[in-house]
Nanobody, 125 residues
């Protein structure tokens, strides 16, 4: 089991920055990858990006390309999402997720076994 707790969500103006954190506990040593997803009201959960937990390779999806950065601190078992140049369309609940399996379709929410409760990000225009 892996427990995930997100934090850092807030109300921010367009063009601003925000850093989200996701603290992991439990079987973190068995974690293969962690990811960020987001979900806006009335929309499906959307892939933001993921990081390979051991070697730190990151892959950021289209919505956050050139604006978002994913990183992790293995010693603190914490995942981060640095978001710059925020836009109103970035408004959503942001979730972190973890998998202990070596999967191939990293953008599919169903491939992740553990989820945090989410943190609200609101970007005002």
């Amino acid at each position: 089991q892996v427990q995930l707790v997100e934090s850092g969500g807030a109300l921010v103006q367009a063009g601003g920055s925000l850093r989200l954190s996701c603290a992991a506990s439990g079987r973190t040593s068995a974690t293969v990858a962690m990811a960020w997803f987001r979900q806006a009201p009335g929309k499906e959960r959307e892939y933001v990006g993921f990081i390979m937990w051991n070697d730190g390779r990151t892959f950021v999806g289209t919505p956050g390309k050139d604006r978002f950065t994913i990183s992790r601190d293995n010693a603190k078992n914490t995942l981060y999402l640095q978001m710059n140049s925020l836009k109103p369309e970035d408004t959503a609940v942001y979730y972190c997720a973890a998998t202990l399996r070596l999967i191939t379709q990293w953008a599919r929410p169903n491939n992740y076994d553990y989820w945090g409760q989410g943190t609200q990000v609101t970007v005002s225009s």
